[in-house]
């Protein structure tokens, strides 16, 4: 117990720093990759003089993430007369502290084991004095219950976007705040039945067990990403939906809601929105790697780790972890300066007609397959082939289902070219 204890304290000061840099330099791969999208360089001029110290050169840019975070510290932070002041200060807060706590559960390295040492008599709170060799996770809280965790903390998230709409009494944050709830709330659905059925699948609710269930040889180490394809791709889409990322950023769309739930926001009360945001991603990111990727696994179907190492394994492990998660918020990032926005008509119907039926049909032909298999090796080979049939039958069934009528329809202006008046349609015209 002691030795756990210290381990989480570690690795919690350990991740949450790298996290914390890491999403003022995510800022700065967003902007790079846009460039890379749009044929750009991007931002390469920036360095780390801060025009005061005697740094020269270019960095290759680096020092655009943390000019744009002095920027934001240095800002006028303005507070508009007419906000609910306590709710209006209060919702960056909420934003931000869910999102500094989802990761805690994140089996960053796997095991390790610990060895035996003497810690002094005056630090009880420590457990005593001795401490026995033992096997202890490398993760924050060690719960058996993570993913359910992660769902509950992700849930949360959701409060601070509402309450900055609501009290920054402006209308177009206020549209802002009612999209981010609908869209949530639908989002959180096909998000949690995909967690349920990779439960049910690896029978454990531990995110450590879900890895461990991933790694092996032949077909125990079948990564979830290969037994349950598309509930993969489902997944994925939620966490963007989860994280107000492009197309899914209709909380925040400019061109409609001149910038949404944040428009009255500004300074660091303004960046902490964004700093929940890449925060979110990381969560988000990790968590798929941890239930699609195998954790830290390298190579699928084949055991090349032990399960449990020292500190060097666990670092290697820890690498490809933050590795697999490194290229999961490229493809984020990539999403969003591809695809155009969504409507938000086209977003609700993507959740509720699309999305969220086809997770319920995989959850009850995943049900038989366990039900009828339980623990045979080739259980995964079914639920493979479960998630192609439900594919092909959702790409077959979806455009024979009714549409409701259409939303773009041309309205009927009184005078307009498409209904003109009636002694107008009936003069032909001239010439």
Same mark, same amino acid.
């Given at each position: 117990?002691?030795? &756990? ?13 790298? *996290? ?43 020092? &655009? ?14 507070? =508009? ?77 959701? !409060? @601070? ?21 609908? &869209?949530?709330?639908? !989002? ?21 067990? *879900? ?9 125990? @180490? ?6 349950? =394809? ?16 492009? =197309? ?33 991603? $990381? ?15 390298? *190579? ?66 995943? @049900?038989? $397959? ?41 309205? =009927? ?19």
């Amino acid at each position: 117990m002691t030795a &756990q204890f210290i381990v989480s304290v570690i690795t919690g000061l350990i991740v949450v720093h790298v *996290i914390l840099l890491s999403c003022a330099y995510l800022i700065f791969l967003e902007r790079k990759v846009a460039a890379w999208c749009q044929d750009r360089i991007g931002p390469n001029r920036t360095n780390f003089s801060f025009g005061v110290l005697p740094f020269k050169g270019k960095h290759w840019g680096l020092g &655009q993430a943390l000019a744009d975070g002095l920027k934001l510290m240095l800002k006028e932070d303005y507070n =508009p007369p007419h906000v609910d002041r306590v709710l209006f200060f209060l919702a960056p807060a909420l934003a931000v502290i869910p999102a500094m706590l989802g990761w805690a559960v994140i089996p960053w390295g796997g095991m390790m084991s610990v060895p035996g040492f003497t810690l002094p008599d005056w630090l009880p709170v420590l457990g005593g004095t001795a401490v026995d060799p033992a096997v202890v996770r490398v993760a924050v809280a060690p719960i058996n219950v993570g993913v359910i965790y992660i769902l509950a903390i992700s849930s949360l998230a959701v !409060y @601070g976007v509402v309450l900055a709409g609501y009290a920054s009494n402006n209308k177009y944050s206020f549209l802002g705040g009612l999209r981010a709830t609908a &869209q949530i709330l639908s !989002y959180e659905i096909p998000m949690g039945l995909c967690v349920l059925i990779l439960i049910l699948t690896y029978s454990t609710t531990d995110a450590l067990g *879900i890895s461990l269930g991933q790694t092996g040889s032949g077909l125990e @180490g079948m990564w979830g990403v290969f037994t349950h =394809p598309l509930l993969a791709v489902i997944f994925f889409t939620c966490v963007l939906a989860e994280c107000n990322r492009a =197309p899914f950023d209709l909380a925040e769309a400019e061109q409609e809601l001149v910038g949404g739930f944040h428009t009255e926001y500004s300074s660091m009360k303004w960046a902490l929105f964004f700093l929940a945001e890449y925060m979110h991603m $990381v969560t988000g990111c990790a968590f798929f790697c941890v239930l699609f990727l195998g954790g830290w696994d390298l *190579i699928p179907f084949v055991r090349e780790m032990p399960e449990v190492g020292g500190i060097g394994l666990v670092l290697l492990k820890t690498l490809i972890f933050f590795g697999k998660v490194a290229f999961l918020l490229f493809v984020m990032m990539w999403v969003r300066w591809t695809l155009p926005r969504l409507r938000f008509d086209q977003l609700m119907k993507l959740a509720w007609r699309g999305l969220i039926p086809t997770v319920l049909v995989v959850l009850l032909a995943a @049900g038989v $397959v366990v039900f009828v298999l339980g623990d045979e090796p080739w259980v995964r080979l079914a639920l493979l082939a479960a998630n192609v049939v439900v594919g092909v039958g959702a790409m077959v069934v979806g455009p024979m289902l009714p549409q409701g009528p259409p939303v773009n329809r041309r309205v =009927p202006l009184a005078g307009s070219r498409f209904n003109p008046p009636p002694a107008e349609a009936a003069t032909p015209a001239a010439g």
